[in-house]
């Protein structure tokens, strides 16, 4: 039989645009150039760099990349001027000092119309967290008596928002497929829950965390103390004791979410923030520490913040 004379297919190239992190994008590029005869040497040639396995430890974040090394390994991976853009901001987003800085590099990210085509999920999520009142609306279209008008969703929500914001948030869940219409034509939840999973960008939840504590600072000081509940603990624990307390926590949100999703008559949008996190390092067991007196291995460690009657 002769031999087939059909030319063999090539593999696409890893597509930059769908990476938000700038190591793993590597470690794509170089897992299939691999298959071609790619290594850390030859890379490093491409590069200009002087040790063959500076690749290898960038991927494995031993090391990172400066502006100008990022644009070395552009380079060496045959980006062309636009992929070299977004690789550098890429580089740039990873190693931000804050979220100030993150939250500009990745305005600047989805300014690429590729990124915006290969990461449709993420701009979703970015839509659907980028302010606290659009999940709000979302929850408020549950309940009887609720007026798809935009100036009736704005006085209704607390604190109350524009009119031009209501409009933008129901485009936004209409848009994301979180809002759809009845047979009626009236404005029902496509899905009941709405989960951020894995694959949604810390950055963004991070973002709304904070806009919903910023939320209940308002509610501190503007709502009445019956319409509210804010608390907190102080509390020391071992490493065990600290993992089956966020074990509690989690299922405790489960039974409120399978609570508040059979209810057959909700009336108002309320928000509750759970918050769990260490305000010290961990201390060795059996560390040489001073003995503490009676008095001070009672409760007093353990202080808990009440709102009173009168707050």
């Known amino acids: 039989m002769a031999p087939s004379t059909r030319p063999r297919r090539s593999r696409a190239p890893v597509d930059v645009f769908r990476y938000r992190d700038y190591r793993e994008f590597l470690s794509a590029f170089y897992a299939q150039g691999k298959a071609a005869g790619l290594s850390y040497r030859s ?4 590069a200009g760099l002087g040790a063959p396995n500076y690749l290898k430890l960038v991927i494995e974040g031993k090391r990172n990349l400066s502006a100008q090394m990022a644009e070395r390994f ?3 991976c045959r980006l062309n001027q636009e992929a070299t853009e977004y690789f550098k901001l890429l580089v740039a987003f990873s190693h931000a000092a804050d979220d100030v800085e993150r939250n500009e590099l990745h305005e600047r990210l989805s300014r690429f119309a590729r990124f915006r085509s290969a990461q449709p999920l993420e701009l979703a ?3 659907y967290h980028s ?3 659009i999940p709000a609306i979302r929850e408020l279209v549950t309940c009887p008596g609720f007026v798809e008008e935009p100036g009736w969703i ?3 929500l607390e604190p109350n928002i524009s009119e031009r914001d209501a409009a933008h948030a129901l485009d936004v869940l209409q848009r994301l497929g979180l809002l759809e219409r009845d047979e009626s034509g009236r404005l029902v939840q496509a899905a009941r829950a709405v989960t951020t999973g894995q694959q949604a960008s810390g950055l963004h939840l991070r973002n709304y965390h904070a806009e ?4 209940a600072v308002h509610a501190m000081h503007h709502l009445p103390a019956e319409e509210r509940y804010i608390s907190a603990l102080t509390l020391s624990a071992s490493a065990a004791t600290y ?3 966020r074990r509690r926590v989690l299922a405790f949100r489960q039974e409120l979410i399978a609570l508040c999703d059979a209810d057959p008559d909700p009336a108002r949008v309320v928000q509750l923030n759970l918050q769990l996190f260490p305000l010290s390092r961990s201390i060795a067991a059996g560390a040489d520490m001073p003995p503490e007196p009676p008095a001070a291995r009672s409760s007093a460690s353990r202080t808990s913040s009440v709102p009173s009657k009168k707050d």
Do not use: C, G, N, P
């Open 43 to 46: 890379f490093a040639r491409s």
């Open 74 to 76: 552009a380079r060496a």
């Open 125 to 127: 999520q970015k839509d």
């Open 131 to 133: 302010s606290w009142y």
């Open 154 to 156: 704005a006085a209704h």
């Open 212 to 215: 919903l504590m910023q939320r």
């Open 243 to 245: 993992a089956e307390v």
